[in-house]
C-alpha cells in the first residue's frame, strides 16, 4: 500500500473495475517559495534524478563557460538533456566536446542503448559498438567535464561529491531551492554523478526561480534565462522522437520548460507571463510512488496538472492527446478493452489563474 500522504493521482479501468492505481504528490510554486497549488504530500521528499540537470550545468554556464567556448544554445540544450541517442545528438555531443576540450573517453556515465528504437535497431543491424556519448546522461556529463577544465579543476574525479564541480553545482542547487546544503539528500544516480533528494515544494521553486530568476544577480539571471531559452527553443536536443519533454515544449512554444526523471519524477516550469499578462512563473514538481516505470502515468498526469492550472489552449491540448491525460486501452487484437484516466483535483490557494484561452 501506499504511504498516507500519498494520493492517487491516475487509474486504469478495465470494465467498470479500477484495476490498478498510480498513487503520488504535487507540489506547485511560484518564484517566491508560495504553495500555489498541490495534491498529497507537497513535502514530499524524493530524489530529482534527471529533473536536476538544468541546475547540473548552471555553474558552468554563469561562469561563462558557453561564451569561453563559443557553444550554440542548441548545445547548451543537450547539456541539461536525458537525450534519446539519435545520430544528431551524438554529432553536437562530439562538437561541443570538441569546443570544450573534452574526450569521450572521459566520461564516466557508463554505455546503454539509444533511447531512440530506430537508432538502437540500426546500430545493432549493422553491428555499430555503444560509446558513452550515446548514454541519455552524455550531455550532462561533458558539462562537468567542461566546468572543471575551464576551471582547471581536477577531472579525473570529476564526479565525486568532493570534487570542485560538485561542489559548485550543490552550492547552485542549494541557493535555487532554497534547502541549506546540509539538508539535501546526496546520493548516486544511474550515471554515476550525485543526485539530491528534496521536498517537492522545492524543487517547485527551484523551476520558479529559474523561469524568473528576477531576485537573483545579474550573473545567475542571465545564466538561468539561457537554459530556458535553449531547452524551449531547441526541445529535440532535451529529449527526442515522440519524447513528451520535447513534445510538450514544442506544443507550447516557449511557455513551458519540461524535464522528466526517472522513478515517476517530474518537474515543469511555467515561464513569467505563460498564463497571460504579467501572471507569475510558476514551477511544478510531481513524485509517482511506484516509479511509473512503462511511463503511462508521468506525462498524462503532467497534462491533467497543466490543465487544471488553465495553463494549455485548446489547440496544444490537441497535440499532445497522444500522451493523454485520458487514454483508451487495446489488447493485441486492437480491441478496446479499458481506459486509463486522472485521479488528482488540485487544491488551490489563489484565485484560479484565467485561462490562456482567455487572452488570445
Known sequence: MPKTDQLPLYELMRGEIVESVHYGSIAVSDNQGRLVAWYGDPNTVAFLRSSAKPFQALPFIENNGPEECNLFPEEIALLCASHSGTDKHVKYLSTIQKKTGVMESELRCGIHAPFDEETAFRMRKQGEPLT??????SGKHTGMLAFANLQNWPKTDYFDPQNPVQKSIIRCFSEMCGVEKDAISIAIDGCSAPNFAIPL?????????????????????????????????????????????????????????????AEGYQALGIMAGGLG???????????ISDGDL???????????????????????????????????IENYRGIEIGFTRPTLKLNTIYSKQKSVNDHR
Not at 499578462?277 to 513524485?287: E, H, R, V
Not at 496538472?305 to 485520458?326: C, H, R, V, W, Y
Open 277 to 287: 499578462t504579467n501572471s507569475p512563473a510558476l514551477g511544478i514538481a510531481f513524485k
Open 132 to 137: 558513452p556519448n550515446r548514454h541519455n546522461c
Open 294 to 328: 512503462k511511463n503511462r502515468a508521468r506525462p498524462a498526469v503532467a497534462l491533467e496538472i497543466l490543465d487544471q492550472l488553465n495553463a494549455l489552449t485548446i489547440e496544444e491540448k490537441t497535440a499532445m492527446q497522444s500522451f493523454g491525460p485520458s487514454l483508451s
Open 201 to 261: 515544494i522545492n524543487t517547485a521553486l527551484a523551476y520558479a526561480r529559474l523561469c524568473d530568476p528576477q531576485d537573483f544577480s545579474d550573473t545567475r539571471a542571465k545564466a538561468c534565462r539561457s537554459i530556458t531559452s535553449a531547452m524551449t527553443r531547441h526541445p529535440f536536443m532535451v529529449g527526442g522522437p515522440n519524447r513528451f519533454d520535447t513534445q510538450i515544449m514544442e506544443a507550447t512554444s516557449g511557455r513551458i520548460l519540461s524535464k522528466a526523471g
